[in-house]
């Protein structure tokens, strides 16, 4: 069994992160009737943290978080609390601020075509399909991609498309993406990944090992300009041989 070893958090949300844990590290085992309550608790923090694209507070407004969580780990941490959880196969969902952040800096538009690499519980997958994308998300731990495959399906994101492999190679057959998401940390950007961004087309991801950055690429006139942007911490992007 592996290790819950990176937790996607940057320096600058550990302040959120330290409160949240003194008030909410126990099993908490809320109702599910208080769930909408909760999530509504979970968007005014994000407002609070400067988060301030409308579409993305309402697309975080409507996605059932808690149900992305397999039921094993749901209430052994508050879903809706601003810190990472555990999903399983030593992986985690990612916080609610790091995920409004990068979807914000995404800049999605209902109907653009977006790639995610580390799909994980589909969370992320289901707020960009609540924007209206069409959602393409790749998961090199099948046990994950098929989890998050059924929750997508149960709840109706019919607009997401899970494939359990390998996130280096994209999903060329379904390229040129607007957007490229990629949720687990690359030593080095990935090359096909920017070859199936689109002209015009924006990539973030986080980079590096211990040290991390979110970078965003802009692909313009095929040259990419690269953007360094807040420091994180994820979980590494794996190569199809390392998985155990
Ligand atoms: N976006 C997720 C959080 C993902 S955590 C969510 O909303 O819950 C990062 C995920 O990336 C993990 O599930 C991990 O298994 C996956 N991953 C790591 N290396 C990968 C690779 N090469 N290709 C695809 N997925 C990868």
């Known amino acids: 069994m592996k290790e819950i070893k990176m937790m996607p958090v940057g320096l600058f949300f550990l302040i959120p992160v330290i409160f949240a844990a003194s008030c909410g590290g126990k099993p908490v085992n809320i109702p599910e009737r208080d769930r909408n309550r909760a999530r509504e608790r979970m968007v005014r923090q994000l407002l609070r943290y400067g988060i301030n694209d409308e579409r993305v507070i309402a697309a975080m407004s409507t996605v059932p978080r808690h149900l992305f969580i397999p039921e ?20 985690t969902i990612s916080q609610p601020y790091i995920v409004a952040y990068m979807t914000e800096r995404l800049d ?5 075509k977006i790639l995610e690499i580390g799909t994980g519980s589909g969370y992320q997958a289901a707020v960009l399909a609540a924007l209206g994308a069409d959602v393409y998300t790749i998961e090199i731990i099948p046990e994950l991609a098929e989890h998050a495959r059924r929750v997508l399906a149960e709840q109706g994101y019919r607009k997401v498309q899970v494939r359990a492999g390998d996130g280096y190679k994209g999903w060329p057959e379904r390229s040129p993406f607007d957007e490229i998401i990629v949720t687990c940390a690359p030593e080095e950007i990935p090359r096909a990944l920017i070859e199936q961004l689109r002209d015009g087309g924006r990539m973030i991801l986080p980079l590096g090992a211990r040290f991390q950055r979110l970078v965003i690429c802009r692909k ?4 990419v300009r690269i953007e360094d942007d807040l420091p994180v911490r994820f979980v590494p992007m794996v190569h199809g041989r390392e998985v155990k």
Do not use: H, L, M, N
Request: proline residues 14%; charged residues 30%.
């Open 72 to 91: 094993k780990y749901r209430d052994t941490f508050d879903p809706y609390g601003d810190y990472p959880g555990p999903i399983g196969s030593g992986q």
């Open 108 to 112: 999605v538009k209902p109907g653009e």
């Open 220 to 223: 313009e006139g095929g040259e």
